[in-house]
């Protein structure tokens, strides 16, 4: 029997296949070689990506959203059937417990059964064991069984509690619960402290606003009452940069605004101490229209330029200059205030910023307002948690040599955005 010899298309058809099952089989071995050498390799990328992915909303603290959100990657960690998040401090001030969270199977059965485990080990603060007398199911194919409730600790307060659910109990499943619990308990404990931190600034806010009040506003209304009679004119001016200012540092302090709002306000505030100080001040402003749209914290060039001019200039018999300066560089503008008054130790700057200036000037001596420091302290605090510790203050400085304080801000920034 004769074999017809193969068509050139049909041979080509075939060979192409051939390669290209060849270069399929290429490509595959080396990614295969480049994975993980061993189940356990896998086990902890697994791990510790369920982690990462229950991390973010747990820094929110204990609440329905977060416990929501965490809950399906703990149960994952877990390997439970179900888990189950309640809370010491329920919306409910009646109810003794709230129940967050129920994720997994059985909801329709045991739900309700979690807050009345996670009573002991709310009042008790110790882990427990439910068994399975306790979880009595009549449905046979449940194959939740039993329970491993652990408590979520804050700062030596319980504050809830995580329970999971499977069809059996080992040493080993109880630790692991009492570890993830732990876990869980040290991100709301961050959360704890980013909500303090959270506070500490917005105090701190206050306190910038009570130190313009008390002295800016007396002297710049005693200042517009002088031209009243004299200069009716420039009263009203003044009285009008007067109210634009106000209106500007009393808004909510956790908005972010333009660099050109912050340096309008700015600009009224100058010419009202000005107004005050006479040819004894002087200014200038040099602006890039580039970074005029750039979003900043909102009273973060503001303080600064108070200080320069309530420190920089005391005890000065010769004209005071500051310069404020905000150019483009690149990704970021670069923004300083620098002044010619009386400097300051460089040991002592540093004490200030690390401690909030403690009620001191830049010379050592007693402050004036409720903390002089507290303006350079403040700012630098917020530039750090908004944009990293990168991008706190840079201060230049020595007594008798002025000061200059510079920062920097990036043109754009996910989550910032001006008001």
Same mark, same amino acid.
């Given at each position: 029997?004769?074999?017809?010899?193969?068509?050139?298309?049909?041979?080509?058809?075939?060979?192409?296949?051939?390669?290209?099952?060849?270069?399929?089989?290429?490509?595959?071995?080396?990614?295969?070689?480049?994975?993980?050498?061993?189940?356990?390799?896998?086990?902890?990328?697994?791990?510790?990506?369920?982690?990462?992915?229950?991390?973010?909303?747990?820094?929110?603290?204990? $609440?329905?959203?977060?416990?929501?959100?965490?809950?399906?990657?703990?149960?994952?960690?877990?390997?439970?059937?179900?888990?189950?998040?309640?809370?010491?401090?329920?919306?409910?001030?009646?109810?003794?417990?709230?129940?967050?969270?129920?994720?997994?199977?059985?909801?329709?059965?045991?739900?309700?059964?979690?807050?009345?485990?996670?009573?002991?080990?709310?009042?008790?603060?110790?882990?427990?064991?439910?068994?399975?007398?306790?979880?009595?199911?009549?449905?046979?194919?449940?194959?939740?069984?039993?329970?491993?409730?652990?408590?979520?600790?804050?700062?030596?307060?319980?504050?809830?509690?995580?329970?999971?659910?499977?069809?059996?109990?080992?040493?080993?499943?109880?630790?692991?619960?009492?570890?993830?619990?732990?876990?869980?308990?040290?991100?709301?404990?961050?959360?704890?402290?980013?909500?303090?931190?959270?506070?500490?600034?917005?105090?701190?806010?206050?306190?910038?606003?009570?130190?313009?009040?008390?002295?800016?506003?007396?002297?710049?209304?005693?200042?517009?009452?002088?031209?009243?009679? $004299?200069?009716?004119?420039?009263?009203?001016?003044?009285?009008?940069?007067?109210?634009?200012?106000?209106?500007?540092?009393?808004?909510?302090?956790?908005?972010?605004?333009?660099?050109?709002?912050?340096?309008?306000?700015?600009?009224?505030?100058?010419?009202?101490?000005?107004?005050?100080?006479?040819?004894?001040?002087?200014?200038?402003?040099?602006?890039?229209?580039?970074?005029?749209?750039?979003?900043?914290?909102?009273?973060?060039?503001?303080?600064?330029?108070?200080?320069?001019?309530?420190?920089?200039?005391?005890?000065?018999?010769?004209?005071?200059?500051?310069?404020?300066?905000?150019?483009?560089?690149?990704?970021?503008?670069?923004?300083?205030?620098?002044?010619?008054?009386?400097?300051?130790?460089?040991?002592?700057?540093?004490?200030?910023?690390?401690?909030?200036?403690?009620?001191?000037?830049?010379?050592?001596?007693?402050?004036?307002?409720?903390?002089?420091?507290?303006?350079?302290?403040?700012?630098?605090?917020?530039?750090?948690?908004?944009?990293?510790?990168?991008?706190?203050?840079?201060?230049?400085?020595?007594?008798?040599?002025?000061?200059?304080?510079?920062?920097?801000?990036?043109?754009?920034?996910?989550?910032?955005?001006?008001?």
């Amino acid at each position: 029997m004769v074999i017809p010899p193969v068509s050139g298309v049909v041979a080509g058809a075939v060979l192409s296949g051939a390669v290209a099952g060849c270069c399929v089989l290429r490509r595959w071995l080396p990614s295969r070689r480049r994975g993980f050498g061993t189940p356990a390799d896998e086990a902890t990328f697994a791990t510790l990506h369920l982690i990462s992915r229950a991390s973010p909303s747990l820094r929110a603290g204990l $609440t329905q959203d977060s416990a929501r959100k965490a809950a399906r990657h703990l149960r994952s960690l877990l390997g439970a059937e179900a888990v189950a998040l309640v809370s010491a401090d329920p919306a409910d001030p009646a109810d003794p417990a709230g129940l967050l969270v129920w994720d997994g199977a059985g909801e329709a059965r045991h739900a309700a059964s979690a807050l009345i485990h996670a009573q002991q080990v709310l009042a008790t603060g110790r882990p427990r064991v439910v068994n399975p007398d306790l979880l009595a199911c009549d449905d046979p194919l449940c194959r939740i069984k039993v329970a491993t409730v652990a408590p979520l600790a804050v700062e030596g307060r319980v504050e809830g509690v995580l329970a999971a659910y499977g069809p059996g109990m080992s040493t080993s499943r109880v630790r692991a619960v009492g570890e993830v619990a732990k876990w869980v308990s040290s991100q709301l404990e961050l959360a704890e402290l980013d909500s303090s931190r959270a506070r500490l600034a917005e105090a701190e806010m206050r306190a910038l606003r009570a130190q313009i009040s008390p002295h800016f506003v007396y002297n710049s209304l005693t200042t517009i009452a002088s031209f009243v009679r $004299t200069d009716p004119e420039r009263a009203r001016e003044l009285l009008l940069d007067f109210a634009d200012f106000a209106r500007y540092s009393f808004r909510n302090p956790r908005d972010f605004t333009t660099l050109a709002d912050e340096l309008r306000s700015i600009d009224r505030y100058l010419l009202l101490e000005r107004a005050r100080f006479g040819e004894r001040l002087q200014f200038s402003v040099e602006v890039a229209p580039e970074v005029l749209p750039v979003a900043v914290p909102f009273l973060s060039l503001q303080p600064l330029v108070e200080n320069a001019i309530r420190h920089g200039m005391e005890g000065a018999r010769t004209p005071f200059h500051i310069k404020i300066v905000a150019r483009d560089s690149g990704a970021e503008a670069a923004i300083s205030v620098e002044d010619d008054g009386v400097g300051m130790e460089p040991e002592r700057l540093a004490e200030i910023l690390s401690a909030g200036g403690a009620g001191r000037d830049r010379r050592g001596g007693a402050g004036t307002g409720a903390g002089a420091g507290i303006g350079l302290a403040n700012v630098d605090e917020r530039m750090r948690q908004v944009y990293g510790d990168e991008y706190g203050l840079t201060v230049e400085t020595a007594p008798g040599a002025g000061a200059k304080v510079s920062l920097r801000v990036p043109k754009y920034r996910p989550g910032v955005f001006p008001d």
